[in-house]
């Protein structure tokens, strides 16, 4: 294992080296401490001093691992079914639970874990006990017999093989293909990442492509129907917390309804604007949420508008 000195992105520097058995399939950091995904080892090394890294634990893993994901007190790693390990104590990681079925990607939402991999598709697991992983549902999907990666966003969960496709994930017990959802990259897909709005899919021998995900069945509107234009203003359009709703005029009443990026409606209240030197006003508070993509509908007056915002952390 290496460490780079990135502090000058353009000229990275070689920091510091900490011997591994065998070279690193997947890497996660979470504060001071480094997991490492192996071939046949799971270790764990304290970046706590990055020019000094030690190595705490290790455990053995079955064979070649394809991605490594965190839970709260449990590492998932993709490697001859689903190994679940503990990692409450760093010291010590061990494995305590094992799902048969091959997969290669992998991301976890609550207690659900969701995975991809070769003939499988898409399944979902209980991981409520990490010591009895069990099956919640399965889904294949068309066009590939080979699907090496998993990210969930809000409520669909991105697929990456031969093709991209959106998968609702909503209700885990029941997942369904979203026939609109979907992307054919320039040649198959390894990884995903999200990180809001966008998506990232790392595709073998053609780099990595860069894809905004999109609501279904939603349109962001700048008029208002009945001929009014930019009578209300959703700001900013990138928050950490709360956004602020105005109207110029005199809708004093508003009808709200929130819409995740797939389109699913996650709320919605009736809100009275209160008038000040610029207009009327209001607030919502979005810090509950999940990062991602929103869109916010208002209707009053027989008008409406429909307004994007970003919610993220790094705001």
């Known amino acids: 294992m290496r460490v780079l000195d990135v502090t000058d992105p353009s000229l990275p520097t070689f920091a510091a ?18 997991y490492a995904a192996e071939e046949y080892l799971f270790q764990v090394f304290n970046v706590a001093r990055p020019r000094e890294p030690l190595r705490m634990g290790r455990c053995g893993l079955p064979g070649s691992p394809g991605k490594l994901i965190l839970g709260d007190s ?22 305590v639970g094992v799902y048969g079925t091959e997969v290669t990607g992998l991301d976890i939402i609550d207690t659900v874990l969701y995975g991809a991999g070769p003939y499988t598709g898409i ?28 990210v969930v966003v809000d409520s669909i969960a991105y ?42 899919a790392v595709c073998v021998d053609a780099g990595m492509c860069v894809l905004e995900t999109l609501p279904l069945g939603i349109e962001e509107e700048h008029s208002e129907k009945g001929g009014a234009t930019r009578e209300w203003s959703v700001s900013p359009s990138v928050t950490a917390g709360s956004v602020v709703i105005t109207a110029a005029s005199t809708t004093a009443r ?62």
């Not at 979902?124 to 889904?139: H, K, Q």
């Not at 959106?166 to 054919?184: A, C, E, F, K």
Request: aromatic letters at 10%.
């Open 254 to 315: 508003v009808a709200l309804s929130l819409y995740n990026a797939g389109g699913f409606r996650v709320g919605e209240k009736q809100m009275r604007l209160r008038r000040n030197e610029t207009g009327l006003r209001s607030s919502l508070d979005l810090s509950a949420l999940p990062d991602g993509v929103y869109f916010v509908n208002l209707h009053g007056n027989d008008r409406s508008f429909t307004a994007k915002v970003v919610k993220t952390k790094r705001r």
């Open 123 to 150: 399944i979902s697991l209980s991981v409520a006990n990490p010591a009895a992983p069990y099956l919640l549902d399965s889904l294949s999907l068309t066009d590939s017999l080979w699907w090496n990666d998993v």
């Open 74 to 95: 449990t590492a998932f790693a993709a490697t001859f079914g689903v190994q679940c390990l503990s990692i409450v104590d760093p010291d010590s990681p061990s494995v």
């Open 159 to 200: 697929v990456g093989g031969d093709r991209v496709w959106g998968v609702d994930v909503s209700d885990p017990r029941n997942m369904r293909l979203i026939p609109q959802v979907s992307w054919t990259p320039p040649y198959y897909v390894c990884r995903l990442l999200y990180a809001p709005p966008y998506l990232y």
């Open 17 to 34: 080296e900490e011997s591994c058995k065998n070279p690193p399939e997947d890497y996660v950091l979470r504060d001071s401490l480094l």
